[in-house]
């Protein structure tokens, strides 16, 4: 938002005044807040930091000591930088002593040759300011606007990061927990350069939030990042990648970059021919100002040794680097970060009134939002009776993986499924809540007369008749009371989940048909399994991304593989004994746990398993 001090050099009302660095161009690139005119020594003791402090220099101490305390109250409190006047207090350049301590302390220190109005210069800086202020509102509205547009839209994920690239100009990833990538826009990049070995490069992004945010940036890899999530439960991050240095418009025509020349180690600045305005009659040899010093002399009477000035073209491509992004590229991250959270609450349903009603209940008893007496109420005033009931979760879904979720035959085949099961509710004569529970599958809570199992046998046939083997029906333990409503709908899904891939099965999938690798598939989307496989496997992770012909996360799969049994496992691994054991002992250094105990090699390996079904 705010321009630097080599940019405030480079404004005319500056460079009619003849410029010269004298010390702290390291700090040329700081911001300026203000600026500040003033004739005192004790002026610090007014400002707040981020200043251009303005002076001739007739109030400053005539001392050593009084000039060296002057400029280090200055740096102390912040000040961006010092220019002095010359003419009135100091003639040829300024002391000695005074340049000395602005180097030491890295503020930039400028001499002003030529006479020149600080008011002209104060206006010029306070003009960019302001303009670059107003920008930066009009920019922020633009992105409040977009994205409240996108959420009232109910806008895809992959729409929300396209529009968040567009706006910023700058590639945008949206990944899971895994590191996975869920969308993503390369900005015009080649998107095989930006996502090829993402999750390696993901997890060497090491962005930590600043202040009281949850926005962080890693200016070694690039990558704004800021989670991704809502109610307390972040599901994924988004990362935008600004690089830390961009080319300064306009600024490389006028001032060069600071250097060290190889062969004295002295610190060189280039500056640019005078504008226009300036007469010829003014300019010295070569087009340099007058009164200054051939480059055969370079070094001023009374500037600190090692400093010099050359007059040379400076470098059009000059890139000023900078380290931090905009304030808006924050917000811009944050507004689409807050729009896809919003966006994975929002459930937009087009049927009808009542089946908007039994998606309500059904939705109330997974994520709790309804007390289940207030279910149960509801539930009663349709008709359904879920008190003092055998209630049992099922979940239907297509075996037809081709109806792609979203399509319109994918929504016109989830509507034909809802409607088929009430129906075979009715046909078996037992009621329930049924509604789609995702894009893919249709849920009923079943309150079972009779006995359980004849009741869903019942059901399932009049749901497969005319539909043999299209259909995958998956069953939760039946329960008792409403208030375990919710883990017989959520195994049932899992199950249902699970058991797709097996072609044949019995008619209703249940838990005893489900195993292990067959859990963790169905719990793949759960950000706690995620979260799990890194606290596990991350720093191995980690240690592998580092070390690509080394990594040892093979080891660690060949060893529980083999039932822990190290000498059957280095065979398998084609490595010595010796090797072998060596390579164990590094992971359990690098994980912090101990190869010995089962507990821990059982949580590694339900690590790997959920590692391979999150990666496909």
């Not at 007469?279 to 600190?304: F, I, M, N």
């Not at 808006?328 to 049927?351: H, K, N, Q, V």
Request: with cysteine; charged share 25%.
């Amino acid at each position: 938002m705010f321009p630097t001090v080599r940019e405030v050099i480079a404004l005319d009302p500056v460079r009619i005044g003849a410029p010269r660095l004298v010390a702290g161009e390291s700090g040329l690139d700081r911001p300026v807040r203000w600026v500040h005119s003033a004739e005192v020594p004790d002026i610090a003791t007014l400002l707040r930091g981020g200043e251009l402090v303005l002076t001739t220099g007739i109030g400053l101490p005539a001392d050593d000591a009084g000039v060296r305390a002057f400029v280090n109250d200055l740096a102390e409190v912040g000040v961006s930088g010092l220019i002095v006047e010359l003419g009135r207090r100091y003639t040829a350049s300024v002391p000695r002593v005074m340049a000395a301590a602005a180097q030491k302390a890295g503020l930039p220190l400028v001499e002003l040759r030529r006479p020149t109005p600080f008011v002209q210069i104060t206006e010029a800086v306070h003009a960019l300011i302001v303009d670059a202020q107003l920008a930066e509102l009009r920019a922020t509205e633009q992105i409040h606007q977009r994205f409240t547009e996108l959420s009232v839209d109910g806008a895809e994920p992959a729409e929300v990061v396209h529009q968040a690239a567009q706006l910023a100009g700058c590639p945008v990833v949206l990944e899971n927990l895994a590191r996975q990538v869920l969308a993503y826009d390369a900005a015009g990049d080649r998107a095989e350069m930006l996502l090829d070995g993402w999750e390696q490069h993901s997890r060497r992004i090491k962005a930590q939030p600043s202040g009281s945010g949850r926005t962080g940036y890693d200016p070694d890899t690039g990558w704004l990042v800021t989670p991704v999530g809502a109610r307390g439960q972040d599901w994924g991050r988004l990362l935008l990648r600004w690089p830390a240095s961009g080319t300064a418009r306009g600024l490389a025509a006028s001032v060069g970059p600071v250097r060290v020349d190889a062969g004295s180690g002295a610190a060189q600045t280039t500056w640019p021919e005078h504008p226009a305005g300036v007469g010829s009659a003014e300019r010295g040899e070569a087009g340099r100002p007058a009164g200054s010093q051939a480059p055969a002399d370079r070094s001023g009477p009374g500037g600190p040794p090692g400093l010099s000035v050359s007059w040379e073209e400076p470098d059009a491509g000059l890139a000023t680097p900078s380290s931090t992004p905009p304030t808006r590229l924050i917000i811009l991250l944050e507004r689409a970060a807050s729009t896809l959270a919003l966006g994975r609450l929002i459930r937009r349903d087009a049927e009808g009134l009542e089946r908007q009603l039994h998606g309500t209940l059904l939705s109330a008893l997974l994520d709790h939002s309804l007390p289940v007496s207030e279910v149960a109420l509801r539930a009663a005033a349709l008709g359904i009776q879920l008190e003092r009931r055998r209630l049992v979760g099922v979940v239907v879904r297509h075996r037809d993986e081709s109806l792609a979720a979203g399509t319109e035959a994918g929504q016109a085949a989830l509507r034909d499924l809802a409607d088929a099961v009430s129906q075979a509710l009715r046909e078996a004569k037992q009621t329930g809540l049924t509604s789609a529970v995702d894009d893919r599958a249709v849920g009923a809570l079943l309150a079972v007369r009779g006995e359980e199992e004849p009741a869903l046998e019942s059901f399932a046939a009049a749901l497969r008749r005319g539909r043999a083997g299209t259909l995958l029906i998956a069953a939760g333990s039946g329960v008792d009371s409403l208030r375990e409503a919710r883990r017989s709908l959520v195994e049932a899904r899992q199950v249902a989940e699970a058991a797709r891939h097996d072609p044949a099965g019995p008619d209703v999938h249940r838990l005893p048909n489900v195993g292990l690798p067959g859990l963790l598939h169905l719990l793949r989307d759960e950000p706690r399994l995620q979260t799990f496989v890194e606290r596990q496997l991350g720093a191995l992770l980690a240690y592998d991304a580092e070390h690509r012909k080394d990594a040892l996360l093979p080891t660690l799969r060949v060893f529980l593989e083999h039932g822990r049994n190290k000498s059957i496992a280095a065979g398998a691994a084609h490595l010595s004994r010796p090797a072998f054991y060596e390579r164990l002992a590094r992971i359990e250094r690098i994980l912090g746990v101990d190869l010995d105990s089962v507990q821990v090699c059982l949580s590694l390996h339900v690590a790997l398993l959920a590692r391979d079904v999150l990666r496909g």
